[in-house]
């Protein structure tokens, strides 16, 4: 692995841990307000956030999956390159 390359790879690590912190943040900001329009407001905080991570294509995939018997929503993102 080149210079470059490994400069790139903590680059990326560092802009992926800093989202991961903010979403946790906003969702802990969310849940202490006890707000009736904050709670419809949660998931599009999260495509937002999704939305703002730096990539080299500037596009991003979203996927929000809901678990009916266990009452979870599992929300994931991922830079993309094609779509």
């Known amino acids: 692995m080149t ?3 490994k400069i790139e790879k903590l680059r990326k690590g560092a802009s992926e841990a800093q989202s991961a912190t903010k979403i946790i ?3 802990k900001k969310l ?3 006890n707000d009736p329009n904050t ?3 949660w ?3 999260l495509i937002q956030n ?3 991570v730096v990539n080299t294509s500037g596009k991003v995939n979203i996927e929000v999956r809901f678990n009916e018997a ?3 929503i599992e929300f994931s993102h991922r830079a993309c390159c094609h779509y």
Do not use: G, N, V
């Open 3 to 5: 210079f470059r390359e």
């Open 25 to 27: 943040d906003m969702l």
């Open 31 to 33: 849940k202490d307000s």
């Open 39 to 41: 709670s419809y407001r």
């Open 43 to 45: 998931i599009w905080e």
């Open 50 to 52: 999704a939305k703002d």
């Open 70 to 72: 266990d009452k979870t």
